[in-house]
């Protein structure tokens, strides 16, 4: 077999049972029988060997499984089939880009020239088997020169097989001929001929095999015959990472839902670090149980419970891309935390939006900052303590309108090195152990900060000329507070939106004010502002 | 044995009298220390110790958000992350911005009262990471201040130190006594207006009748582990116990928008086209 073309199988047996053991591994070591049908007539349709060995068959129907106290007895769970696909193809992503999705349980994957990464075939089909295992999955891998040579294989013989090249008519000889997957009529026909193995079908003349059951006989002849070359068919990698998770009882605690989530990020962060991708978004849609569905009171309280939405969703999005399990759980139990769904969950569906790994240089002139994790996990519990939209960067909105500005994520910024101007001529001079700026004089002057009052607190002014002479106000303290004012600075007029009910019109005035009584403090200044709108006056801030 | 090392011991102290003091006592390293952007205070006050504490209070209009901001400022421009806890969410981010203060960089804890605003910034400080971390009590009632217990502070300073993080408190009055590496009580001297003697403009004319120019302000160090060896770093010899050398004044500029004429030039105030004059 050379090594221009090579081609693996991947191949999960049991497959039904493999996908539901994925999700709740603690199964794996009790007798389980999956069943599936309609509801009168439920079956086994995929049982472990533990099972096997208490006495379930293939078949059997649930009543009579359930007479196996021992026996667990789990529905087919389509959504776990599909995630768990999902993981395979994840699996097989991770090792080259060339991947046919051949069945579900089945892929088939181009490995020519992956010599370099990985070693011989039998390191790529132990490697293979190794990263399936990680994401909770016992994998057969065949290896061979043609595709079909290598599927059949797979599914054929466990472990890693590796069918070296000239020999694969030798591997397959003693193979079932039901391993080539005939189509019924060709099976039948093969069985009337007492064709069993495919050693048998490859010493048919092909001609004759040719004008009695047509070109699908020649196809599975040149398998059989180890000559089932054919192109692969890649599918397109996928980018969105979902997890499901079906509860057969509904969970209404958060120490168990972090428990189901926690596994569902562990299999999303495996199944993304297969593919060198971190997770940049996070959302869980829960399906909540639906509320009162046998109450026969009607009353208004119920009612209102029952219109209830029966979905609820959580959106975590992160500034830096992340594959941390454990954070990711943290910060979803602090969401959960501040806004519980309000019902128990059924079930769980997580979609991860995968983006490239961060890669970072460090530099020795760029100050510490943050870990990005880390701040996102502290944000995340500030965030629990003084509400979610009161902790982030503040960002200006372009408008007059005072106190004008939206808070926004804080990522902490791209941290460049600092620039150093003149302030590192005099550090230099200096000898100090810090960077003290060069200043020129009209930079030294530090500006007056506004402490904002937010609400404005209601004031009364006193107009003399239209100039403010007089002012009262209750501070936040709750002290009454007025004064004389000795400089009024104003107005300044602004005003917009007139087009739209939240217009606004203000003057604003900064006011020096002596304060009459004992009261502390005595002398302050204020920016206050009248409301033309309402007519009335507002203390904004002071200026400190 | 015991006493060959005696012996050694005291053949290195008498080779190094009169240069070194007592060269087997372990002495605390001196904090780092950076410029609060006021370079009057930087000299007096040998600038913002990086692992400590420190505690600026002063009366309404004293300026010591002002102080806040410049050092905010600072810390930005030198690409730093930081933090501000705001306890009565009093923080104007528009007056920080044209102060230099770049937002994107500046994490904004908005509080209602103090117990939210100490929960975070021990969650901040614990976190790690920021250049500067600000706890700006001073909107907050004074009673309820005074009721911190002082074992809260020295958590705080335990949690600081060891770290580049400069934990900065503001507030009214002084409540962290020991725990602060640097105390500075800030008060406001005197007022500069401009445009007085113009007639007020009727309702139809929204032209200012005068501006505020800004104020002096007095910075005093109450208590400082650092100065000592930064003015000796700095190579200015002062005098210290005297009232001169723990007394900083400083300027406090409006921000008052200068409108850009056609050259490209900023429009001057008639106090600073005065002062302009004068200088040239």
Known sequence: ?544 | MLSRSHALRLHVESALAGRVAAPFRFQEPQPITVSAGIPALDHVAGGLPRGCLTEIFGEISSGITSLLQSALAERTKNSEVCAVVDAQDSFDPSCAQSAGVALQQLLWVRCRNVDQALRSVDLLLHGGGFGLVAVDLSGVPVRLVRQIPLSFWFRLRRTVENSSTILLVLSRESNAKSCASLVLRMEKESVRWSLQNRQYPSRDFHTPSSLLDGWTTSAEIIRSSTRRKNLSAINRPRTFGSSAAELVRFDLRSNHFLPVNSSGSKLLLPSQQERTLNNG
């Not at chain 1, 309000?342 to 997580?350: C, S």
Request: net charge negative; hydrophobic share 40%; aromatic share 8%.
């Open chain 1, 1 to 544: 077999m050379s090594s221009a073309d090579s081609f693996g199988a991947i191949y999960v047996p049991n497959f039904i049972l493999q996908a539901i053991g994925r999700s709740e591994p603690e199964l794996r070591a009790q007798p389980l029988a999956i069943i599936d049908g309609p509801s009168s007539t439920y079956q086994v349709v995929a049982l472990n060997r533990l099972a096997q060995i208490s006495g379930v068959a293939l078949g059997m129907t649930k009543a009579a499984v359930s007479q196996f106290a021992q026996v667990t007895i789990r529905p087919r769970c389509k959504v776990e089939e599909e995630a768990a696909h999902a993981a395979l193809l994840d699996v097989a992503w991770s090792i080259t880009p060339r991947v046919e999705d051949a069945a579900p349980d089945t892929l088939l994957v181009d490995i020519s020239g992956l010599g370099s990464l990985f070693g011989n075939e039998k390191d790529i089909a132990r490697e293979i088997a190794a990263r399936a295992s990680t994401l909770g999955m016992d994998v057969h891998v065949g290896v061979s020169g043609n595709v079909e040579t290598a599927r059949i294989v797979a599914r054929a013989l466990p472990g890693p097989t590796i069918v070296p090249e000239g020999e694969e008519r030798r591997f397959l000889e003693t193979l079932p001929v039901g391993m080539l997957s005939p189509s019924q009529e060709l099976s039948d026909i093969f069985d009337r001929w007492g064709v069993a193995t495919c050693k048998a079908l490859a010493s048919l003349p092909v001609l004759s095999l040719s004008e009695c059951v047509g070109q699908e006989g020649v196809r599975l002849h040149a398998i059989a015959s180890g000559k089932g070359q054919r192109p692969l068919l890649p599918a397109e990698p996928a980018y969105q990472f979902e997890e499901w998770f079906e509860l057969d009882e509904a969970v209404d605690d958060l120490e168990s839902l972090s428990f189901l989530l926690g596994r569902l990020l562990d299999q999303l962060s495996a199944r993304l670090s297969a593919r060198a991708l971190s997770i940049a978004a996070v959302q869980v849609n829960f399906e909540l149980q639906p509320a009162f569905d046998n109450a026969f009171d009607t009353s208004r309280e119920l009612l209102r419970v029952k219109l209830a939405p029966r979905n609820y969703s959580c959106d975590l999005e992160l500034p830096v891309p992340t594959r941390d399990a454990k954070l990711l759980l943290k910060l979803l139990r602090l969401r959960l935390q501040s806004r519980p769904p309000g019902a128990p969950i059924q079930k769980i569906q997580m979609t991860a939006q995968s983006s490239l790994a961060r890669v970072t240089q460090g530099s020795l002139f760029v100050p510490t900052a943050p870990d990005p994790d880390k701040l996102e996990l502290t944000i995340a519990r500030i965030a629990s303590v003084v509400g979610e939209g009161n902790v982030g960067s503040p960002q200006l909105l372009d408008s007059h309108q005072p106190d004008a500005f939206l808070m926004r994520n804080f990522s902490g910024a791209t941290v460049t090195a600092p620039v150093f101007s003149g302030g590192s001529q005099r550090f230099a001079k200096d000898g100090m152990r810090s960077g003290f700026t060069n200043y020129s004089r009209e930079e030294t002057t530090p500006q007056i900060a506004l402490h904002v009052f937010r609400p404005p607190v209601p004031a009364r002014v006193r107009l003399q000329r239209n100039k403010p002479v007089f002012a009262a106000f209750q501070y936040r303290t709750g002290q009454d507070r007025s004064g004389k004012v000795i400089h009024a600075s104003g107005p300044w007029r602004t005003s917009g939106h007139w087009w739209e009910e939240k217009s606004w019109q203000e003057d604003s005035w900064d006011l020096e004010i002596i304060f009459s009584g004992e009261s502390s403090p005595r002398h302050g200044f204020y920016r206050f502002s009248y409301d033309g709108l309402q007519e009335k006056w507002f203390v904004r801030g002071v200026y400190d």
